[in-house]
């Protein structure tokens, strides 16, 4: 899949502590959609992809925000619906009108509302898609095969029958991808996992573009250019080379 898709967590202008390195301002999150619509791309989602729905426009981009904090109500949501755009919410099912838990107790993050089943439902009326981030956050690669298929597998039902629609994408915690990640993927009936950096990018695991504090219009019109998808395609094969030979 060629299409750009951006990463984003938290849209807030003073963000709490730990939140800043997976936060942009107000100011940057618009610079992204004003570039967006200066670029004539098209914001899609995996569902509307799924079911053919996606505008068949060659320009598409997708917008995915994991975690679900409820400030994305006090900005983000509003403006992508003003702009009549369209963007992923990936939610922890287990903490769904609860709180970012694992920032919390593993990082000593500040505390944050996560949405609440209202807000999704909301969200998903609107159009936007809802995917499974698990039910608790857990990374791929401190739990068993056993353990990652029920957190895949009870988040997709829970949500499902929260929101009466199929589940098409799950968003792996941390970005980590299990070894056999396309059978247990499959099995679950997920037909798109985003990750962040992949080697060899496919459906099951797709490649991400973050954008973070220190971007800039310049920075974020380049992030969204062919040519910084050619570069993800030279260097993500390299970080997970450095990876296997770091000690
Ligand atoms: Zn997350």
Redesign the pocket.
């Known amino acids: 899949m060629a299409i750009p898709i951006i990463m984003l967590h938290h849209i807030v202008d003073l963000p709490g502590k730990g939140i800043s390195n997976w936060s942009i301002s107000t100011r940057q999150f618009n610079l992204l959609l004003d570039l967006i619509e200066q670029k004539n791309l098209i914001t899609t989602t995996f569902d509307a992809i799924s079911t053919g729905n996606a505008a068949s426009h060659q320009k598409l981009v997708v917008i995915s925000f994991?975690?679900c904090p409820a400030t994305l109500f006090d900005y983000a949501v509003p403006e992508l619906i003003k702009r009549k755009m369209k963007a992923v919410f990936s939610i922890p099912t287990a903490q769904i009108g609860g709180f970012n838990m694992w920032d919390v107790t593993e990082q000593g993050f500040a505390k944050v509302a996560l949405m609440d089943a209202e807000q999704l439902q909301y969200l998903s009326s609107q159009g936007m898609e809802i995917a499974s981030?698990g039910q608790h956050?857990l990374r791929a690669s401190e739990i068993n095969e056993t353990e990652f298929t029920e957190e895949i597998s009870a988040s997709k039902q829970y949500l499902e029958a929260l929101l009466n629609k199929q589940i098409y994408t799950f968003t792996y915690?941390y970005g980590e991808v299990p070894k056999r990640y396309r059978l247990l993927l499959k099995q679950c009936a997920y037909q798109y996992g985003l990750s962040i950096y992949q080697p060899r990018q496919n459906n099951l695991a797709l490649r991400r573009i973050g954008i973070h504090q220190a971007d800039t219009a310049k920075s974020i019109a380049y992030k969204l250019s062919q040519s910084y998808q050619l570069m993800r395609n030279l260097l993500d094969p390299l970080l997970s080379l450095y990876k296997l030979i770091k000690p």
């Open positions: 994991d975690d981030h956050h915690p």
